[in-house]
């Protein structure tokens, strides 16, 4: 700024010698004729020029007003045309998004700049549009704020009320586009339930109609609308509303910028430019909620702006005839003479204006005013300005939050929060207990449609046992003769909504059904449709042809699609043992038990405390020498206290070793309850064989739990396990089932049209059934299943004990009540069901009703299966960290026996004892074997013959001691 002025004052200097003139740049207004405030941006735009020429020395600001008739598009275009004739430098308009597009079209064109005040439509600013400048934020910013103040008071279900103008059509589509998004995006906001009403933006106001409009509004129950239009329509929209009763303390209305930006629009009487304002404001407009730019108007310099407009425009404007947009227009004037006198400066030439006519060949100077424009940092009374190469203010969008409210000087826009672009969070601040909203009320409403009190509603059903049934006897149609399970439902919901209803039975006795020649549906879903009822209050299965013409409440129960079969005569099967596991696990158990019997001979070898270790650790523990004269002196009859360890080992072990069949023999009879001999004494022989049991007693248990059900489903004789079983028939045996469903059921539609290949095959193949008593006739003629839906199947073979549903349901299929679409009964209605539901009312319902006096003792056949190895790894997986804890106890066992050999030479180390053992321990391990797999007995009884160290076949000489420390001393030397 100080080096604005430097150049200010040279060019003043420059003047006064040289004697120049200075250079006129005429500046024009586009004003409609039907706005309010006329007046007042005539007198800002004046204020504006006459500042600029008081303080410029290059230039001399003229501005020219035309004001227009905005409805008529001759005369805006020929208005705006006859404004270039005056050698317009710039234009600045104050008027709406629509008349400001129209205007653009024709300035751009010739490339005259042109400053939009009040614009905000996101649309405006195209291609073409290339030296349109918009001060004001963009619409997008308002939704933003429309969003969150919604989502603060938690309003999902709205109507928006707007002007079929490009300002609101472009407005309100905005806005529907950021409630689906922010919905799809966060999960914990509630789906937004938006109704859009456009209104013709007609010239004359009088003639506004909206009776087609509010009858759809008062329909629906909405009560939370935003209104979206041009100031000028705000109060014709207000009142007729007020009028049918929607301006009470249960409804919210929120008013956009343009209206609440200029709240002498909202007057009964009509505004007067030239006199003070005679109207007022009626008290049903009290607690109207409104949001508009935010621009500080307790500074200094736009208090000082205001009171020295209100002194230049002599008297002919008060306080409340200033508004932000004329503090806006004043700030463009402004802004347009800095720049204008920029421009000078920089050029120093007269500019032009030859081709700044309509159909002229264009304004050369224009794109260089403009890319100033661009470039300028403006500070004015309503705050700073800067734009992008986009030609959009780049400045923080800030909006008020406003509330109409009376606090004894008159009905205003107050101010209860604010709204700021540039906060990651919390970017609306509002004090809620500064809000009144309409009719006085202090709290926020509920913004629902919270009571059916007093209205009678008119409900379709159908005798469809346990859902809706006539008491005996009883032939009408009024409500004390249906009971069951939807009955109870209403009869509730009466009670805690305060209304009531008569029931109403279609002529097709049917849900309802659609005839594509006709376009048509029948039953139910035709009265519906009709008008005929208001709500459908039966099992009505949710599904996307259904859904296309109607809506639902949520689901108060879910069924599904079952099949149904009649038991027939007891199937044989002569392996039927075998069918509890499947042939995986079969493989996997046999494996395991001769694993487990391998181990365990082996562990029994190595281990120092088992059976073939005992000799061996006895052996390695005495000195070889002490031991044959203990047995010399033995065979002399010379008796000694001392016992040779190796005989009386020997003695113990016998000839109960854990050889390999003994191995196998107690590791196989652990699956009858049956214990072997001989057990393993060793610790980590006897880990391996608890955790053996372990593992037998929990495949035992499931063996015989899962036979159990296997015998049940033989003993009921159905041979279809599941569903899709059907599709897996050899065909050509007696013993085939056929199967059909109703033809054009929605169980049909279903899983015809399902992504499942074996569901759709299972619909595409299935016989054409004409209604529930001829299924289940073919049903009990066997051979055939009947497919339908879960819970009617449930309730009507109950007390049927030889008819059996086979498998588990094959689709999951919400049931709820029929609406018609975008019925404002919807959401009242939810928030019952979801309560009744959290309730377990429902739950209870079906345990009374839905269950019938059934005395069979049965359930599902076919949800047993057989027991897959994937299905019981966990088992072998224990399995495997037993011998895992078994191997580190035979690590354990092994170096304490080594630590308590004696050596035979002081210089032998621990490692080489250790070694020493292995070795003995893995060579007999190795003659067992040889004896298992050595085919002939020739062969066997030369082995045998090398092993004992006989000759021939005569008797071994001297004792099995000598023969086997012989054996052992031999091993340990090699």
Known sequence: MALQRLLLGALLLVTMVTGEALIQHNIGIMINRADKY??????????????????????????HFKVYNAQSLFHSVSSSCELLENNISLVISPDNSDYVGLQADIFNRIKVPFIATSATDPYLKTGDRTELLMMAPSDEFQAEVILDILTHYGWTDLAIIASDSNYGIHGVTILQQLLSET????????????????????????????????????????????????????????????????????????????????????????????????????????????????????????????????EFAGGSLDDSDIITVTAMVYDAVMMAGTVLQYHETELGSVIDHSGARCGGSGFDEG??????????????????????????????????????????????????????????????????????????LKSAPIGLANNLEGQVLKIGVLE???????????????????????????????RDLNFTYHFFQPKQKVYG????????????????????????????????????????????????ISVVMKGESKTSNTFFFLTPFGITTWCAILIAIVVIAILQNIFGKLSPFDEHGIVSH???????????????????????????????????????????YNALWVVGSGFVGQGGEPLPRSPSGRTILVTWWFFVMLIVNMYTANLTAFMTLDKQGVPIK????????????????????????????????????????????????????????????????????????EYNISSRCDIFLVGQRLLKIPTAFGLPMNSPHARLLNKQILQYREEGFFAKLWETWGRGE?????????????????????????????????????????????????????????????????????????????SVFLKSKKSKRRWRRDRDGGEGNGERKGSHSDDLMKCYLEGALK
């Open 722 to 793: 599941r569903a899709v079983d059907l599709l897996n028939q050899r065909p050509g045996l007696e013993a085939e089932y056929k199967w059909g469903m109703i033809h054009d059921g929605v169980d049909a539609v279903l899983l015809k049209s399902h992504v499942n290949d074996q569901y759709k095959q299972l619909g595409g193949q299935s016989l054409d059934v004409v209604n529930f008593e001829n299924g289940m006739r073919l049903v009990n003629e066997g051979k055939f299943a009947y497919i339908e839906d879960s819970l009617w199947l």
């Open 854 to 930: 059934s005395t069979c003792d049965r359930g599902n056949v076919g949800n047993e299966k057989r027991l897959s190895f994937y299905t019981l790894k966990g088992i072998f997986y224990f399995l495997v960290l037993g011998l895992i804890i078994s191997f580190v106890f035979l690590i354990v066992e092994l170096l304490v026996a080594t630590a308590r050999d004696q050596a035979e030479s002081t210089k032998t180390t621990f490692w080489e004892k250790l070694k020493n053992r292995l070795a003995l321990k893995l060579r007999d391990i190795r003659m067992e074997w040889c």
């Open 513 to 560: 059904t659609f005839d594509k020649v006709t376009n048509t549906w029948s039953g139910l879903i035709g009265d519906l449709l009709d008008n005929k009822i208001d709500l459908i209050a039966m099992d009505l299965s949710v599904s996307s042809e259904r859904r296309a013409w109607i809506d639902f409440t949520y689901s108060y129960i879910d069924t599904g």
């Open 464 to 494: 469809v046992p346990p859902f809706a049934m006539k008491k005996h006897g009883c032939e009408s149609d009024s409500v004390e003769c249906w009971i069951g399970i939807c009955p109870e439902i209403l009869f509730k919901m009466s």
């Open 183 to 310: 919905t799809a995006e966060d999960s914990v906001v509630e789906e937004f339930d938006i109704e859009v009403y456009f209104f013709n933006a007609v010239e004359d106001v009088d003639r506004l109609d909206l009776a087609d409009i509010l009858k759809n509004v008062e329909r629906n129950l909405e009560r939370v609308f935003i209104l979206h239009c041009e100031d000028l329509y705000a109060r014709a929209v207000l009142e007729k509303a007020q009028a049918i009763g929607l301006m009470d303390s249960t409804f919210v209305w929120i008013v956009t910028e343009g209206i609440a930006s200029a709240p002498q629009s909202l007057m009964v009487e009509k505004f007067q430019p030239k006199r003070r304002a005679t109207g007022y404001y009626p008290a049903w407009l009290g607690g109207l909620l409104g949001l508009s730019l935010s621009i500080n108007t307790t500074t200094p310099p736009y208090k000082e702006f205001k009171n020295n407009l209100m």
């Open 618 to 660: 006895a052996q390695l523990s005495c000195k070889c020498d002490a031991c044959l004269d203990q047995q010399t002196k033995s065979q002399l009859g010379v008796e000694e206290e001392e016992v040779c360890l190796v005989e009386t080992a020997e003695e113990e072990v016998g000839t109960h070793k854990m050889s390999v």
């Open 38 to 63: 006329l007046e007042s941006y005539k007198q800002a735009v004046l204020y504006a020029a006459d500042q600029i020429n008081k303080n410029s020395t290059t230039i001399r600001v003229e501005p």
């Open 367 to 440: 794109a260089h005013i403009f890319e100033h424009l661009t470039n300028i940092s403006y500070q004015g009374v309503t705050g700073a300005y800067s734009f992008s190469a986009e030609a959009r203010n780049t400045q923080v969008a800030a909006y008020n939050i406003l509330n109409f409210v009376d606090e004894g000087s008159g009905y205003h826009f107050d101010k209860i929060g604010t709204w700021h672009s540039n906060k990651l969070n919390k970017r609306l601040e509002i004090t809620d207990q500064d809000v009144t909203f309409l009719g006085g």
